[in-house]
C-alpha cells in the first residue's frame, strides 16, 4: 500500500459533509492539506481538527463559481506547498423538480457548480498532478449512474462528471495519474437533512451512510499499489429501503 504521510491533498467542499470527513481521514494518515469551500468558519473548523493530526493545513475560503476562484487556488497552492499529489471534487449543488416545472436557471447553476467547476479546476491543477503521478477523485452521487423521477437536472449534472472522469482517465493514465469516481448512495450529511425536509419524510441519519464510511473508501483507494487503478466505486445505505 502507498504510504500517504507528507501527501498534499486538495479537497474542496471540505467544510461539511463528505469533504469534512475526508479531509479528516486525510488528516489522520499525516496529508498536509489544502482545504476549500465557501464557508470559512466551517472550514477553519475542520482545520482545528485536522491539525491535531496532519503536519501542515491550509484554509483557502473561495466561492468556486467566481472569476478568478481557480486562478487564486493555483497560485496559493504553488507559493505554499509547492506542488499536488491529491485532488479530491467534493464541493456540489443539489436542486430537485419536475422537467415540466424546474428553471433553466437553476439548471445552469448545477452546470456551473457541479460540471463547470471540478473540469475547470482539474484542468488548472493536472499539470502539478502530472509532475508527481498524482490522483484525482469525484465524489459523484449514486443519480450520477440512476436518475429517478424529479432530480433529472441534478443528475444530468452528474452524469457529465461521470464523462468527464472516464475521458480524463484514458488521457491521464499514460502520464501516471490515477482517476476514479465514487459514487455515494444517501449519506447523512447536511445536504441529505435538507433533501429528507423537502420529501416530507423522516432524516434518521443513523440508517443512512455515514461520510466517514465513504472517507473510508477513498483513502483506501488512494493507497492502492501502482501497479492497480480502482476506477469507479459504488457504496450504499445497507437499509436500503429508508
Known amino acids: 500500500m502507498i504510504a500517504l504521510e507528507n501527501h498534499v491533498a486538495v479537497v474542496t467542499g471540505a467544510g461539511q459533509g463528505i469533504g469534512r470527513g475526508i479531509a479528516l ?6 496529508v498536509r492539506l489544502f482545504l476549500v469551500g465557501r464557508n470559512s468558519t466551517t472550514l477553519h473548523e ?80 493536472l499539470p502539478m498532478l502530472k509532475k508527481r ?31 468527464i472522469a472516464d475521458s480524463l482517465r484514458d488521457e491521464a493514465n499514460s502520464d501516471g495519474v490515477r482517476v476514479f469516481s465514487v459514487y455515494p448512495g444517501r449519506t447523512a450529511t447536511p445536504r441529505m437533512e435538507a433533501i429528507y425536509r423537502l420529501e416530507g419524510k423522516e432524516y434518521k441519519p443513523e440508517l443512512l451512510l455515514q461520510a466517514e464510511d465513504v472517507a473510508e473508501v ?4 488512494l493507497m492502492m499499489p501502482l501497479t492497480a487503478e480502482v476506477t469507479n466505486i459504488t457504496i450504499r445505505p445497507l437499509m436500503k429501503s429508508y
Open 46 to 125: 475542520v482545520a482545528e481538527l485536522a491539525r491535531a493530526s496532519s503536519p501542515l493545513v491550509l484554509v483557502h475560503a473561495t466561492d468556486l463559481v467566481a472569476d478568478g476562484a481557480m486562478t487564486g487556488i493555483v497560485e496559493n497552492l504553488s507559493k505554499q506547498l509547492g506542488g499536488l499529489d491529491v485532488l479530491i471534487h467534493c464541493a456540489g449543488a443539489y436542486s430537485s423538480g419536475d422537467l415540466q416545472t424546474a428553471s433553466v436557471e437553476e439548471f445552469d447553476r448545477l452546470y456551473r457548480t457541479n460540471v463547470r467547476v471540478p473540469y475547470l479546476l482539474t484542468q488548472s491543477l
Open 25 to 30: 481521514g486525510l488528516a489522520a494518515k499525516r
Open 218 to 221: 477513498v483513502i483506501n483507494a
Open 133 to 163: 503521478k498524482g490522483q484525482i477523485v469525484f465524489i459523484n452521487s449514486s443519480q450520477g449512474l440512476h436518475a429517478r423521477a424529479r432530480v433529472g437536472q441534478f443528475a444530468a449534472t452528474q452524469h457529465a462528471l461521470k464523462a
